[in-house]
């Protein structure tokens, strides 16, 4: 019990010596960062699979229709343009794309969509389109078998 007795006016001094030359009043300053449940610093952003097969396709035929979904992770509404790198490409100039099976197809070059903005800050946004190589009227002739052919689309994302 006197050891109890002892530590508390120990305690109690300690303490009493820590506030000795403090003022009466004092001021601190609060601060913090607001953030707005409903601004977002616009920003532009896409994401789209980095490879897309398109299967076996022969000059006079169209191929499989692709189903390719894209995220808009940005916080803004866009336009999206996808243009292939090259453009002398004469084999992949007749992609065609579309936005719903219900719509019709449309050349690269000639095609756009609307892909909206997430509805909250920091979530992305998913959606979709189709996308095949049509060859029925490629003019050239395909002599020889030109397996893993590629070229590099871009896709173009602009504010609305």
């Not at 095949?132 to 590099?152: E, G, Q, S, V």
Request: glycine share 4%.
């Amino acid at each position: 019990m006197i050891i109890r007795v002892y530590l508390l006016l120990s305690l109690a001094l300690l303490l009493s010596l820590m506030f000795l030359g403090a003022e009466q009043n004092s001021t601190v300053c609060v601060f913090a960062n607001i953030i707005s449940d409903t601004y977002c610093e616009q920003q532009v952003g896409i994401q789209v699979p980095p490879n897309l097969y398109l299967g076996n396709v022969t000059r006079g035929s169209d191929g499989d229709s692709l189903k390719v979904y894209i995220n808009n992770t940005g916080t803004v509404n866009l336009i999206i343009t996808p243009l292939l790198q090259d453009s002398q490409e004469k084999i992949f100039s007749h992609l065609y794309f579309q936005r719903r099976t219900t719509e019709s197809w449309r050349r690269i070059g000639n095609w756009t969509f609307n892909l909206s903005r997430a509805s909250a800050c920091g979530e992305v946004y998913d959606d979709y389109f189709y996308m095949k190589l049509d060859l029925r009227n490629y003019p050239d002739a395909i002599n020889n078998h030109l397996f893993n052919y590629k070229t590099n689309l871009t896709f173009w994302a602009m504010p609305q």
